[in-house]
């Protein structure tokens, strides 16, 4: 799964576009779900969160790394 990191200006433009809807307001900061964040693998070739993102404020998120044939299982059980 990817992080939104403390430079997120709350622009409201990556919630749109993400296709697993794993992108909501937080307390301060806009916060991505890790249960349904896929990276994008399923439907597009880069994430789309990252591609939009005015900022560049969107990473790997460290704890919650996966392999492509996790991410596509995710995608599968999100879909299904
Ligand atoms: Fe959504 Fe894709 Fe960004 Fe994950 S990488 S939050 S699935 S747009
Ligand atoms: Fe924050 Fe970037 Fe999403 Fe805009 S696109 S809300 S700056 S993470």
Request: with cysteine.
């Amino acid at each position: 799964a990817l992080l939104i990191t403390q430079e997120c200006i709350n622009c409201d433009i990556c919630p749109m576009e993400c296709p697993n809807q794993a992108i909501s307001m937080g307390a301060d900061i806009y916060q991505i779900d890790v249960n349904r964040c896929t990276e994008c693998v399923g439907h597009y070739d880069e994430p789309q969160c990252v591609a939009c993102c005015p900022v560049d404020c969107i990473e790997p998120d460290p704890i919650h790394k996966e392999t492509q044939e996790q991410l596509y299982d995710k995608f599968l059980a999100l879909h299904s």
